[in-house]
């Protein structure tokens, strides 16, 4: 089945990576829209075939603002260029849940566009909580010459943990002369609105710069913004100079930022400019599996549909037996046991002694990360690949090994849990068992690089 996004912008042609399950990407050029308006520039994307790419209007399930339930649509496999060129981008729908991880969107253009007298071309919504920083205006800094740099993220986002290397460098480097990063951080799960959470992750990742919460998603919109991780770089005279969607293009991001820092007069003399534009990807890989989700609120959407089984669409926040007994395919995970369909996650709901209830699920890449949102005591999940456990070589970061040799992680933050990492891309089947009936998946998530999620 194929799938596409495109990026709809106003000034630019893009590039647009499309994808098919059977085959690896293939890349065509797209033309900019013309006549678009402001509103547009953040972007626009569709899909065919099922949608990979969720919009606003895609919308399956309804939310309100206060509780807008993220989409996403991100490519492993894909962005910028390709996903060895650049990588991917999620996207979100501000009425629904529905979206998939499609096989990507990454797209960045050079713009001028200023708001009216000088004032700064979008502003900060006020009121999100803010870490790292006292509370910034876009209109405060650019009054003082300092060029802005806004990251929209959400923390258990791939996507956005593969950039943070980047955006920590570019602090490192030009916080001291005339930068000011501030990250936007929109959830796309509600333990991501949770402050304790973000903090925490903010100083797992080594995140220096300045954060606010936009729980309400109100300066996500104020920004017509569409896509994790997404940048808006905005002149020291206010003009939005460059915007990015998705992962790559480092080495441009920085150029047009030491342009923008130049003209506003900040020497930057002695300032090297990075040389890596994105990470590498395996050779191996073919394509990457789609972002897989838990809950209904994204099953039930129109671009949902990963849950395999029939018993799933029964009806929601309803407990099932399932038996792993149908025929498995590709981009759909299956149960045996016990399972509750919540809106967010799929939850073992009951308590075992032996591991005997999982998750199954076939995929293809190197690399494959779980999102958990643990309530209570830590719990133990094991992780098997191919019916056996992992080894080593193959293990994530956040496995461990008993002493019988069984590959495990413990469940015991809200986080992503990089659990398998593999010598080379490939097709293999992935269980997950744990005897807790606090165990819960919200999201998996898979990558072809040669390192990291």
């Known amino acids: 089945m194929a799938r596409f996004a495109v990026l709809a912008l106003s000034t630019v042609a893009l590039l647009v990576v499309a994808c098919s399950d059977a085959a690896p990407p293939a890349t065509t050029e797209a033309t900019a829209v013309a006549g678009s308006t402001e509103s547009d520039a953040a972007a626009a994307s569709t899909e065919s075939d099922a949608a990979a790419g969720s919009t606003e209007s895609d919308a399956a399930a309804a939310s309100t603002e206060s509780e807008a339930v993220a989409a996403s649509t991100a490519s492993d496999a894909a962005a910028g260029s390709t996903?060895?060129?650049?990588?991917?981008?999620?996207?979100?729908?501000?009425?629904?849940?529905?979206?998939?991880?499609?096989?990507?969107?990454?797209?960045?253009?050079?713009?001028a566009r200023g708001g009216p007298g000088g004032e700064p071309w979008r502003e900060l919504v006020p009121g999100g909580s803010w870490i790292n920083s006292e509370p910034l205006t876009i209109a405060g800094l650019i009054a003082e010459r300092r060029v802005v740099l806004i990251d929209f993220w959400t923390y258990t986002c791939v996507n956005c943990i593969r950039t943070l290397p980047y955006l920590r460098e570019w602090h490192e480097k030009y916080a001291e002369r005339g930068l000011t990063i501030i990250g936007v951080h929109t959830p796309e799960f509600d333990f991501e609105k949770i402050r304790d959470n973000v903090v925490a992750a903010i100083a797992e990742r080594g995140i220096d710069y300045a954060v606010v919460q936009d729980n309400d998603y109100r300066t996500w919109r104020a920004f017509s913004n569409r896509f994790w991780p997404a940048k808006y770089l905005i002149g020291a005279d206010g003009s939005l100079r460059y915007q990015h969607f998705g992962e790559g293009n480092y080495v441009k991001t920085e150029q047009e930022i030491r342009a923008a820092l130049t003209e506003a007069g900040w020497d930057l003399s002695g300032i090297a400019v990075g040389t890596v534009d994105s990470q590498r990807r395996d050779p191996a890989a073919v394509r990457s599996t789609r972002e897989l989700y838990g809950g209904y609120q994204r099953n039930y959407a129109q671009s949902g549909v990963y849950a395999g089984q029939i018993e799933y669409?029964?009806?929601?926040?309803?407990?099932?037996?399932?038996?792993?007994?149908?025929?498995?395919?590709?981009?759909?995970?299956?149960?045996?046991?016990?399972?509750?369909?919540?809106?967010?996650?799929?939850?073992?709901?009951?308590?075992?002694?032996?591991?005997?209830?999982?998750?199954?699920?076939?995929?293809?890449?190197?690399?494959?990360?779980?999102?958990?949102?643990?309530?209570?005591?830590?719990?133990?999940?094991?992780?098997?690949?191919?019916g056996r456990p992992l080894t080593v070589d193959e293990a994530g970061a956040d496995i461990r090994f008993d002493a019988?040799?069984?590959?495990?992680?413990?469940?015991?933050?809200?986080?992503?849990?990089?659990?398998?990492?593999?010598?080379?891309s490939g097709e293999h089947e992935l269980k997950l068992r744990s005897n807790s009936d606090r165990f819960g998946v919200f999201a998996f998530t898979f990558g072809v690089y040669i390192e990291g999620p």
């Open 83 to 111: 996903e060895s060129d650049a990588a991917a981008a999620s996207t979100e729908s501000d009425a629904a849940a529905g979206s998939t991880e499609s096989d990507a969107v990454a797209a960045s253009t050079v713009v």
């Open 313 to 386: 669409y029964d009806g929601p926040d309803r407990s099932f037996w399932y038996s792993d007994d149908v025929e498995h395919m590709y981009g759909r995970w299956y149960l045996q046991g016990q399972w509750l369909n919540a809106a967010e996650a799929i939850v073992h709901d009951r308590v075992t002694v032996n591991f005997e209830d999982y998750l199954a699920l076939t995929f293809e890449a190197r690399s494959v990360n779980v999102v958990l949102d643990p309530p209570g005591l830590p719990f133990d999940v094991r992780v098997e690949i191919d």
């Open 404 to 424: 019988d040799g069984n590959s495990f992680f413990r469940a015991d933050q809200a986080r992503l849990y990089a659990i398998v990492e593999l010598p080379a």
